[in-house]
């Protein structure tokens, strides 16, 4: 009896790790490429304007007028929302993936390639419960600065806020509802996402030299590699998602740019006025962003950093 209560505390203890892998890899790779993920915040909701004017060119653009109007910490504009909630965020979704991989493994131990993308949309699905809040808060203060410089050309003052303030503005306007604002866009941005990124990681990670500790899993270098390719193809495969999703989101609007009434309303608008090309808009800079975080975040997972520090054996 009791060797069985031993292993059912050792399986539910075994979630704990991966709540705590998923936070550290979060924290280390938003720290790490942050300020490209705000260069490409702007770059997508910038519109361009009735005779072609742009305040970016492009990536390097961007972050050259960010960095010199508002400095080092200024292209960290967001990041505490994001620290704050990237915990929660990626251990939902790595776990959430994990686990139903687990359920949907079938008696022989095989896993489809159609269960690994259920699994990950699935995963997809629930991590939008903490992204969206997100999101929406990081994508203000991301933003804020490029709506404030076209303002002060245009001798307007756009007060600042700080994202506690929106936050409380948002729950005294219209509820717990007023912080999921574009719920859908970022359901389709994160589910096909998940569809892509983890059965492509899995994939890759079958490939190259195993551990010699007898757990079968792939070497540091090959899990890292994995997170990386697989994060920038996805990246890129969702960057049209990703566009709306950061254009339905932002409150704040520059002077003279179209808002937006939903997902088939912004698709519509952004084609009719800006081409098919503004739908992968921060493209580049997204897959910059995505690639080194997952594969920090797979590398983090896969190496039970957790589980060191907690003393327990790493699960399979």
């Not at 990536?59 to 910490?73: H, P």
Request: with cysteine; net charge positive.
């Amino acid at each position: 009896m009791a060797p069985q209560q031993d292993q059912q505390q050792q399986q539910q203890f075994a979630l704990l790790p991966k709540i705590i892998n998923g936070g550290i890899a979060g924290i280390i790779g938003v720290s790490c490429v942050f300020p490209l993920d705000l260069v490409k915040t702007r770059l997508q909701n910038q519109q361009v304007g009735p005779n072609g004017e742009k305040m970016y060119k492009n990536m390097f653009d961007c972050f050259r007028k960010t960095y010199r109007a508002e400095g080092y910490f200024g292209m960290y504009r967001g990041s505490g929302v994001n620290i704050l909630l990237i915990t929660p965020e990626k251990a939902i979704k790595l776990t959430a993936n994990d686990y139903f991989r687990h359920k949907l493994t079938t008696k022989d131990g095989q896993l489809p390639m159609t269960s690994q993308m259920i699994a990950g949309g699935l995963a997809g699905a629930f991590q939008i419960i903490v992204t969206t809040p997100m999101e929406l808060l990081k994508i203000q203060m991301q933003d804020a600065g490029r709506v404030a410089a076209q303002a002060k050309e245009a001798g307007k003052v756009v007060e600042k806020i700080s994202a506690t303030k929106l936050a409380s503005q948002l729950l005294k306007r219209k509820g717990i509802f007023g912080l999921y604002k574009g719920i859908g866009a970022t359901g389709l941005r994160d589910v096909t996402f998940s569809i892509v990124y983890f059965p492509l990681f899995a994939t890759l990670n079958k490939f190259g030299p195993r551990r010699n500790d007898g757990s079968g899993e792939a070497v540091f270098w090959v899990s890292f590699l994995s997170g990386l390719a697989a994060g920038s193809f996805a990246a890129l495969f969702v960057n049209p998602f990703d566009v709306v999703k950061t254009r339905l989101q932002a409150i704040k609007k520059a002077d003279g740019e179209k808002e937006f009434k939903g997902i088939m309303d912004c698709i519509t608008k952004t084609m009719k006025y800006e081409g098919p090309t503004a739908f992968f808009k921060g493209g580049l800079c997204r897959m910059i962003v995505i690639a080194p975080l997952f594969g920090i975040a797979q590398t983090v997972y896969f190496l039970g950093v957790a589980e060191g520090l907690l003393g327990v054996k790493k699960s399979s």
